[in-house]
């Protein structure tokens, strides 16, 4: 193939002869620091390549008729029986939930010693001690053997220290409401006679989880691993939660109400939850590899640029020091 005489003259990168090249110590150390340089700034720029990142958009609510699952994981240590209800702003009242919702009977210690929680002995003890009532004719509040039996039983386990823990799924309607675990399935006078009054309902938990739909990595809720423990007073826990859908993050203010003797409400642990007509989507997206070259042409050669130019610095440092030696040797 002929060549083009011309063609030279477009040569960016001329090359003189070996003779004419000179190398220096100070060259060779310049040269070792860019190549560290340089792959270390080639190992950070791959590891930014093949890190996803995510993007955040903003849009209105348009899901209607859907449920919301809501996980919930806590221990009572020092409350025995309790029940879950929910309420929301359609109207649907539930108390005593049992569908997907568990609960364990509880050591002092924490340890689980039984899957059949006290709730239900003093429901079947308060079923059987009415029936009795009514084949018997008795007075309206009288309680049978077993029934008293139950009582017994529970107040056993409240002096043994003993707790309850509960878990499980709440599916309710994408509305507001709130959920709220209490004694309020619990018949009024098995409650007076088990704890003798309001103020001596202990309702301190702890939170291990509480979340909202399908579980997001790297999101961590503001609720998890959440201790409250109540020393000498008792009363009502109160959550606000404003949740985000559809990440299924939430901000959660919290309220605190003592009971005092004389007032007629049970404490309970409730969580109100409202959620934001604003969703925020979440996509996690992977670099484009052009843009990984760019970057990377861009930093490697930025840095043999600058390499080049400390070289050069250098040498002319050093040759005028060897100069200036020189001269006075000679003089």
Not at 13 to 23: D, I, S, T
Request: contains cysteine; hydrophobic residues 40%.
């Amino acid at each position: 193939m002929a060549r083009i005489p011309s063609l030279k003259s477009l040569n960016a990168f001329p090359h003189a002869e070996e003779h004419l090249l000179k190398k220096t110590y100070s060259g060779a150390v310049v040269t070792i620091l860019g190549l560290i340089i340089m792959f270390t700034l080639f190992v950070h720029e791959l590891r930014f390549y093949l890190t996803a990142y995510t993007v955040h958009q903003m849009s209105v609510d348009l899901k209607r008729g859907e449920t919301l699952p809501i996980h919930i994981h806590m221990s009572f240590p020092s409350l025995p029986l309790l029940s879950v209800d929910a309420i929301d702003m359609s109207g649907k009242h539930e108390v005593g939930l049992h569908t997907n919702i568990w609960k364990l009977r509880l050591h002092r210690y924490g340890h689980i010693i039984g899957t059949e929680y006290l709730s239900d002995l003093v429901e079947k003890g308060w079923d059987h001690g009415h029936e009795h009532h009514d084949e018997q004719k008795k007075h309206e509040h009288t309680f049978n053997e077993d029934a008293e039996k139950t009582v017994k039983s529970v107040k056993q386990a409240l002096e043994n220290g003993e707790g309850c823990r509960v878990y499980g799924v709440l599916d309710v309607q994408r509305v507001a409401g709130n959920f709220h675990i209490s004694m309020h399935d619990l018949n009024i006078f098995f409650a007076e006679k088990i704890f003798e009054g309001s103020s001596n309902v202990n309702v301190s938990h702890v939170i291990h989880d509480l979340s909202f739909g399908p579980k997001y990595p790297g999101i961590h809720n503001p609720l998890d691993e959440t201790s409250r423990i109540l020393h000498g007073t008792s009363g009502t826990f109160k959550y606000y939660i404003k949740k985000v859908l559809p990440t299924n993050q939430f901000s959660v203010t919290e309220h605190f109400l003592p009971v005092r003797p004389t007032d007629r409400v049970w404490p309970a642990v409730y969580f109100l939850y409202d959620l934001s007509p604003i969703t925020v989507t979440i996509k996690e997206e992977r670099r484009n590899f052009l843009h990984f070259l760019t970057r990377l042409c861009a930093v490697l050669g930025g840095t043999f640029a600058m390499t080049g130019m400390l070289d050069r610095w250098m040498y002319l440092h050093i040759e005028s020091v060897t100069n200036s030696k020189t001269r006075s040797v000679l003089l």
